[in-house]
């Protein structure tokens, strides 16, 4: 079914304007973006912005951007590391990544601030042992995933839940993961879904690199089986589907059913990094400059059985898997870390290396905003 799939797949109609509008620049990397009504919260490795005006402006990890007029917004505070994840829920901008401090205030690793007033929580304090790279807020419990080895003194590796009033570790939630790091967490069909580069999960190699687990108990879900055996940076949960990127020589997009089947797949010659369903489309993101037949990759992720079209670090496919003609033509080595859409769906903002779009010719520095 798959090999007569990509035989018929073309380039479909296009999805939208394939250049970002005018919106504030930064000077490194954005790992990671999340929206809160019309602001788009940034976290990497930058330390300064470029606002639409051409000024410029300290901003030390961590920003905001107005998504309609493209403007920097006075969030400002001083971290001491990088962010890798940005979410919104609670009424609070969750964030983690490698930082120690927040306002001069000891933190290790993740921190939140309030929605409406934009101050830091000095209260709530998980204090992760080692890296977090993914912080998932889901009613009273905050999921967070990374390669630390316990959180607030209680030994929980790599995934681990925390109480959202207090930081607190949540004892009873006790997953087995073995020999690497979780990327990424999604709440979903009554499951935690859980991402990364770990070997094993809950004891068993098939679960690994992509598998679920129970919300409450950490127990692994073992409906879901998706075999897949190369690092996942991302999953997506959109209806039914379960929507994954594949990082590697060479990338996928792939779309799985709730049971972990394979629906399609769409490769690339590099790694994909992110993915996101807006509308009726599902946006990759990642490091590659093309589409290809199979996801049959050579030793440097070349397309071995052909290539399907030019994709600079951005594609969109439909529902059913068909590449469409969306081809903003980011550049870049890293190229797309993150693409996230608005929930009404209105836009779309990427955040990555890149500097330009449209081979070179239209600048825009490592966080663009699609309408």
């Known amino acids: 079914m798959l090999g007569a799939l990509f035989v018929s797949q073309v380039p479909a109609g296009a999805i939208g304007p394939s250049l970002p509008q005018p919106s504030t620049g930064f000077d490194n990397q954005v790992y990671k973006v999340a929206y809160d009504g019309d602001v788009v919260y940034s976290g990497g490795i930058f330390t300064r912005a470029r606002n639409t005006d051409g000024q410029f402006a300290d901003r030390t990890y961590l920003a905001a951007v107005n998504s309609t007029t493209g403007a920097l917004l006075p969030f400002a505070p001083a971290l001491n590391g990088s962010?890798?994840?940005?979410?919104?829920?609670g009424g609070y901008l969750y964030i983690a990544g490698k930082f120690t401090q927040v306002d001069g205030v000891s933190r290790s690793r993740v921190a939140r601030f309030d929605l409406d007033s934009g101050e830091f929580d000095p209260t709530w304090n998980p204090k992760p042992s080692a890296t977090v790279y993914t912080i998932e807020p889901v009613g009273s419990t905050v999921y967070l995933?990374?390669?630390f080895t316990s959180v607030g003194g209680f030994a929980q590796p790599?995934?681990?839940?925390?109480n959202a009033s207090d930081?607190?570790?949540?004892?009873?939630?006790?997953?087995?993961?073995?020999?690497?790091?979780?990327?990424?967490?999604?709440?979903?069909?009554?499951?935690?879904?859980?991402?990364g580069s770990f070997e094993t999960l809950g004891g068993h190699e098939q679960y690994g690199k992509l598998g679920a687990v129970n919300p409450t108990t950490g127990a692994?879900?073992?409906?879901?089986v998706s075999k897949v055996y190369v690092l996942t940076r991302e999953v997506e949960i959109a209806g039914d589907r379960v929507y994954a990127a594949l990082d590697g020589r060479g990338g996928e997009i792939r779309a799985f059913t709730r049971s972990g089947s394979t629906l399609w797949y769409q490769a690339v010659d590099g790694g994909m990094q992110s993915v996101e369903v807006w509308g009726s489309t599902v946006i990759g993101g990642g490091h590659f400059d093309r589409a290809c037949v199979t996801n049959h990759a050579g030793p440097l992720g070349e397309c071995v059985d052909g290539v399907r079209a030019e994709r600079g670090k951005l594609l969109a496919v439909d529902m059913n898997g068909r590449l469409l003609d969306w081809n903003p033509?980011?550049?870049g080595i890293v190229g797309?870390?993150?693409?996230?859409?608005?929930?009404?769906g209105s836009n779309l903002t990427v955040g990555g290396s890149f500097t330009t779009f449209a081979g070179g010719t239209h600048v825009q520095k490592r966080l663009a905003i699609f309408d």
């Open 167 to 195: 930081g607190k570790p949540v004892t009873s939630f006790k997953p087995t993961l073995t020999e690497g790091g979780v990327r990424d967490v999604q709440v979903g069909h009554g499951r935690l879904y859980v991402a």
């Open 220 to 224: 692994v879900d073992t409906s879901f």
């Open 83 to 89: 962010v890798h994840e940005v979410k919104t829920g």
């Open 336 to 344: 797309a870390w993150d693409v996230t859409a608005h929930s009404s």
């Open 145 to 147: 995933g990374g390669t």
């Open 158 to 162: 790599t995934l681990a839940a925390v």
């Open 329 to 331: 033509g980011a550049n």
